[in-house]
T-cell receptor
Framework: EPEVTQTPSHQVTQMGQEVILRCVPI?????FYWYRQILGQKVEFLVS????????KSEIFDDQFSVERPDGSNFTLKIRSTKLEDSAMYFC????????????FGPGTRLLVL | AQTVTQSQPEMSVQEAETVTLSCTYD???????LFWYKQPPSRQMILVIR??????QNATENRFSVNFQKAAKSFSLKISDSQLGDAAMYFC????????????FGAGTILRVKS
């Protein structure tokens, strides 16, 4: 069964450093998402992406964040200058089409900012 | 804006027994989807069950079923014949009908299964 994959599974970085989190959505999916879960808290929407552009972003997704689909398979989330409060689990999700209801999640990347 | 509320931070159930997890939501939309996701200690998000708001029939998936009350904006998850592997955090989620179709999650309920 096709799966969403994410790399790395864990990343430790110093405050102020740039990080890139990578996701490979399910191959024929067209809608892509990033969500964040700070330890012990609910899962929060960050951004949705379709047709090579952001379709919606949350208040969390400020100028320090960007997303890109550099080729036909990868979907990346970049944090330009990490802050301590960026420490969280980051989930990528994808779905096939606008009228398909289910988003399939990757296993997550655990980011720790020191 | 849509909101999802899970009022039970933690629940316990004896193995083989039945447990119900509560979820309520607030929306002005008439067409939407509701989901329950399971998050085991590995923290991966696993889809348990989904419900289309326009369907009156409650969704079922093996030991998992929902009680969807659209007028009351309630969407509870019933787990029958609970197993040790059901122990996890369970999130209720609402899918908006807005462009992009983001998911809005509740705070989660930790389910503990006692042997």
């Amino acid at each position: 069964e096709p799966e969403v994959t994410q790399t790395p599974s864990h990343q430790v970085t110093q405050m102020g450093q740039e990080v890139i989190l990578r996701c490979v959505p399910i191959s024929n999916h067209l809608y892509f998402y990033w969500y964040r879960q700070i330890l012990g808290q609910k899962v929060e929407f960050l951004v949705s992406f379709y047709n090579n552009e952001i379709s919606e972003k949350s208040e969390i997704f400020d100028d320090q964040f960007s997303v890109e689909r550099p080729d036909g398979s990868n979907f990346t989330l970049k944090i330009r200058s990490t802050k301590l409060e960026d420490s969280a689990m980051y989930f990528c999700a994808s779905k096939l089409a606008e009228n398909q209801e289910t988003q399939y999640f990757g296993p997550g990347t655990r980011l720790l900012v020191l | 804006a849509q909101t999802v509320t899970q009022s039970q931070p933690e629940m316990s159930v004896q193995e083989a027994e039945t447990v119900t997890l509560s979820c309520t939501y607030d929306t002005s939309e008439s067409d939407y989807y509701l989901f329950w996701y399971k998050q085991p200690p590995s923290r991966q998000m696993i889809l348990v069950i989904r419900q289309e708001a326009y369907k009156q029939q409650n969704a079922t998936e093996n030991r998992f079923s929902v009680n969807f009350q659209k007028a009351a904006k309630s969407f509870s998850l019933k787990i029958s014949d609970s197993q040790l592997g059901d122990a996890a955090m369970y999130f209720c989620a609402y899918r908006t009908d807005e462009y992009g179709n983001k998911l809005v999650f509740g705070a989660g309920t930790i389910l503990r299964v006692k042997s």
